[in-house]
Nanobody, 125 residues
């Protein structure tokens, strides 16, 4: 079984930056496409970013494109989400996920099999 643990969340002012980390154990990192999702109070969980097994391909929601960047270091069993130019509407709990499938990265939460506990990101105005 794969376990994922997010870290790096916190409180920042609008325009600031954070880097989230997702540490994996119990599996081989390179075997799994990874996704990042977020959920704000009263909102549905939404797709943020995804990255292929090798890290060659990345995908972003329109709302974060150009501001966020996802990467991975398979040797460290860790994925990352760098968030720049943060806005108050980015405030949410951020989750990382891994997909146990022959398919690649997806944009829907039901396509992922393993989830972290989440880390809170709060952006003040």
């Amino acid at each position: 079984q794969v376990q994922l643990v997010e870290s790096g969340g916190g409180l920042v002012q609008a325009g600031g930056s954070l880097r989230l980390s997702c540490a994996a154990s119990g599996g081989t990192m390179s075997a799994y496409p990874m996704g990042w999702f977020r959920q704000a109070p009263g909102k549905e969980r939404e797709f943020v970013a995804a990255i292929s097994r090798s890290g060659v391909s990345t995908y972003y929601a329109d709302s974060v494109k150009g501001r966020f960047a996802t990467s991975r270091d398979n040797a460290k069993n860790t994925g990352y989400l760098r968030m720049n130019s943060l806005k108050p509407e980015d405030t949410a709990i951020y989750y990382c996920a891994a997909r146990n499938s022959v398919l690649g990265a997806g944009t829907q939460d039901d396509e992922y099999d393993y989830w972290g506990q989440g880390t809170q990101v709060t952006v003040s105005s």
